[in-house]
């Protein structure tokens, strides 16, 4: 997924089509790293629409019955991605890691794009995808890897809401490379992580749900302390009551210690601004501060560390992106 907006695509391929299959092979490539997709009767039709901003991409696909398989390749940057699909018509099934998740209308579902899984749509179908990156959510990867095509319930809790937003983009997709879409992005990231975590708290069993909750907590108190810089495990252990010992055992599952979580979350909180539209009026360093960097040249490092190119780099490819499909 490109960091720039993009406004809507759209593209049709119908039974009448002698290369509809690699029509709509082609189609799926300008939305989704590479896929294998084939039909279960020889023939196929199908329709995809898709828009995006920095964070989140969303794409309305309807086909005739075909199946999906996914084998990540060696380019570790195009498995960087969760997806979450929302089933509206049609009936099929998800396999990952394991488990496997009967698709029908109304069921929400997640999955790795850095694993291996299967989509096998028995009828002919239509459903929503919302592709963002792994760190967007502000929940640990390993974590949420819990979930992946594993049963959500999609009528309890925050679930509703999580289909409806999703509808409402979904039939709004102008609205995602608008001046809005940034923010709209990050409310429905924020519902998404809220979604997964009450499924969290519900696996973990009672033994663990009131430390899988603190720890949410704790991860919730993280992102709204990013702009402080004096924000470390002292701080955090502090404020909810438990040892600095006892706080990095917490964050044990996540794979990161307290201090780069902190980081992690800090330059995803720059990567954003700098991608939104009203970052181009700020100073690098500006938002670097924002985030809770007292060094801009120590944060230019760490970023193009993680990301690949410097701050200024990535705002200005996005910049230019936007400007190309301007034109």
Request: proline share 5%; hydrophobic share 40%; aromatic share 8%.
């Amino acid at each position: 997924m490109n960091s720039a907006d993009l406004a809507p695509i759209r593209h049709d391929c119908g039974l009448d089509r002698d290369d509809a299959l690699l029509a709509w092979r082609v189609g799926v490539e300008d939305f989704f790293p590479p896929l294998r997709i084939d039909p279960l009767d020889g023939r196929f039709a199908g329709s995809i629409i898709g828009a995006r901003t920095a964070e989140l991409q969303v794409t309305d696909i309807a086909g005739t019955s075909h199946q999906v398989s996914r084998r990540p390749g060696g380019h570790r940057a195009s498995g960087e991605f969760f997806k979450l699909t929302l089933q509206l018509a049609g009936s099929g099934v998800v396999r990952q890691g394991g488990n496997e998740t009967r698709l029908e209308p109304g069921t929400i579902v997640i999955y790795d794009f850095a694993r291996s899984y299967d989509l096998v749509f028995e009828t002919d179908t239509r459903f929503l995808v919302a592709l963002f990156p792994k760190d967007a959510l502000g929940l640990p990867d390993g974590v949420v890897g819990e979930l992946t095509a594993a049963p959500l319930a999609s009528a309890a809790g925050t679930a509703p809401l999580v289909a409806s937003y999703l509808r409402g983009l979904a039939d709004n997709l102008g609205v995602l490379a608008g001046p809005s879409g940034a923010r709209v992005s990050r409310h429905f990231l924020d519902l998404v992580g809220t979604f997964l975590g009450e499924h969290l708290e519900r696996r973990v069993g009672p033994a663990r749900a009131e430390v899988g909750a603190l720890t949410m907590r704790i991860l919730r108190y993280v992102d709204e302390q990013l702009g402080d810089p004096e924000l470390d495990a002292a701080r955090i252990a502090e404020v909810h009551h438990v040892s600095v010992r006892y706080l990095h055992k917490l964050f044990e599952p996540t794979g990161s210690s307290v201090g780069q979580w902190i980081r992690r979350r800090r330059l995803e909180c720059a990567r954003t601004q700098l991608a939104a539209r009203g970052g181009a009026d700020l100073a690098v360093a500006e938002i670097a501060h924002r985030c809770g960097f007292v060094d801009a040249g120590y944060f230019g490092r760490v970023f193009k560390n993680a990301y690949g190119v410097t701050p200024g780099q990535w705002r200005d490819d996005r910049a230019l992106s936007s400007h190309i499909r301007a034109r």
